[in-house]
């Protein structure tokens, strides 16, 4: 017996007596044509199962990685394109994917980002998984080419409203439920591989994240160090760069994330006016126009109690600017303790905020929403409060409900109980 037959007959779980010999044909098909994705194929425990939702997807078994495949669906393609999805899923392995978006609240978006990173390095395109030259269509723009997932990713949350609109009549979500489940946008087809099982389990803590990476990293060195030098040297040099420990882009905070999505939903669309003519029948008075909708400010918070370390405060602003420039925005930043000091001071680039005291009192977050009612600022204006968590236990927001709140303790060290808004972690942006 051959000695792969032996490592398949290890690995693959819940045979199914045709599938499962045909499945160690591809691995091996693969280890012919591309030695290193085969080796790492060959480090991943392979699951056949009819509950998978698509034709092969990764997904997480505690901190094991496994690849399920369905073997109806793998019944249905030929050999040449189900290789080619194998191969696809290695190289998800191979830039540690299942774990850096594991937890990430927009699954389509992360979908489309990582598969059309790892497409640009495959001799075609499995079915139904997106490429750039499809991405390209629907922007109507020439995107970098080579590029890793995270800075697609980028790109995919700055987005103007135009291409918004063109991403959804795609299919593409560019909302979705904060587990980490993937929410497809159509029916499954034969070939599509799904990235379900990246959050399959929810919430995941920043220890058990760092063992997860940990792994892959493991498993990708071990496929590497059974790859012969001659097939080395066949590799693109961003994929040899992934292998030999070259750091990896960490995602997008999740507070940075959901708070550019929120923008980007109150800044886009039109609204109906009389006072403007129709422009595609001028003629007709009795039609109105459309004038861009009024966006509101960003009105932001920092706690005087000094708890904040400067470095982390400054690209906490510098990220709210970079955001607010995008979407035509003004931000305002104020300080607070008992109370807000009025003297806010407007954010923009490089700008050095004044770190003195003002008053060194308690804190009170009932000040922010009493200060925003004096101030008759709209309920729409979207609110940031940075702090350490550490005030008064009930509120009365006033009906503003539209506030996100960096903590730079834990997330359960805010002591309001029961927030009605949203509560993230500055440091690691978890929610």
Do not use: C
Not at 69 to 98: F, G, K, S, T, Y
Not at 230 to 243: F, I
Not at 420 to 431: I, S
């Amino acid at each position: 017996m051959a000695w792969w037959h032996k490592i398949f007959k290890k690995r693959t779980t819940e045979k199914s007596p045709n599938q499962a010999d045909r499945l160690n044909h591809l691995v091996a098909q693969a280890l012919h044509h591309h030695r290193f994705l085969g080796e790492v194929l060959l480090q991943i425990p392979r699951k056949l199962t009819s509950t998978e939702e698509g034709t092969a997807g990764l997904a997480w078994d505690g901190d094991q990685l496994i690849l399920r495949l369905n073997p109806a669906r793998l019944a249905e393609m030929r050999d040449d394109d189900a290789e080619l999805l194998l191969e696809h899923e290695a190289l998800h392995v191979v830039w540690q994917h299942p774990a850096r978006y594991a937890n990430y609240p927009y699954p389509d978006l992360a979908k489309v980002a990582t598969d059309v990173a790892v497409n640009q390095y495959l001799p075609a395109t499995p079915q139904n998984t997106a490429t750039l030259a499809q991405l390209e269509r629907v922007l109507r723009r020439r995107l970098p080419p080579k590029q890793d997932s995270h800075d697609y990713l980028v790109i995919l949350q700055k987005l103007t409203p135009p291409e918004q609109e063109r991403l959804q009549a795609a299919g593409i979500k560019l909302t979705g439920d904060q587990t980490g489940k993937q929410s497809a946008p159509g029916k499954k087809q034969p070939g599509t591989d799904t990235h379900a099982g990246w959050g399959r389990t929810a919430n995941v803590a920043g220890s058990r994240q760092s063992v997860r990476l940990t792994k892959l990293r493991q498993l990708v060195k071990q496929a590497w160090a059974q790859t012969p030098q001659r097939d080395r040297g066949l590799l693109p040099g961003s994929v040899r760069q992934a292998v030999e420990a070259a750091p990896v882009k960490a995602a997008t905070p999740l507070w940075q994330t959901i708070l550019r999505q929120q923008l980007g939903n109150i800044a886009a669309g039109k609204r109906a006016s009389s006072a403007r003519f129709n422009r595609r029948q001028p003629l007709r008075m009795d039609l109105p126009g459309q004038v861009s909708r009024l966006v509101p400010d960003i009105y932001i918070f920092i706690d005087n109690s000094g708890s904040v370390p400067t470095k982390e405060l400054a690209s906490a602003l510098d990220a709210v600017d970079q955001m607010a420039r995008h979407y035509q925005l003004q931000a305002t930043v104020y300080t607070f303790d008992a109370k807000v000091h009025p003297a806010g001071q407007r954010l923009r680039a490089g700008t050095h905020l004044k770190r003195e005291r003002n008053g060194g009192g308690g804190t009170s977050f009932q000040s922010i929403f009493d200060f925003l009612r004096a101030q008759h600022v709209s309920k729409r204006a979207v609110v940031v409060v940075i702090t350490d968590g550490w005030g008064e236990q009930t509120l009365r927001d006033h009906h503003y409900r539209n506030v996100d709140w960096l903590l730079t303790t834990k997330r359960d060290q805010l002591s309001v109980a029961a927030p009605v808004n949203r509560v993230f972690e500055l440091r690691t942006g978890g929610r």
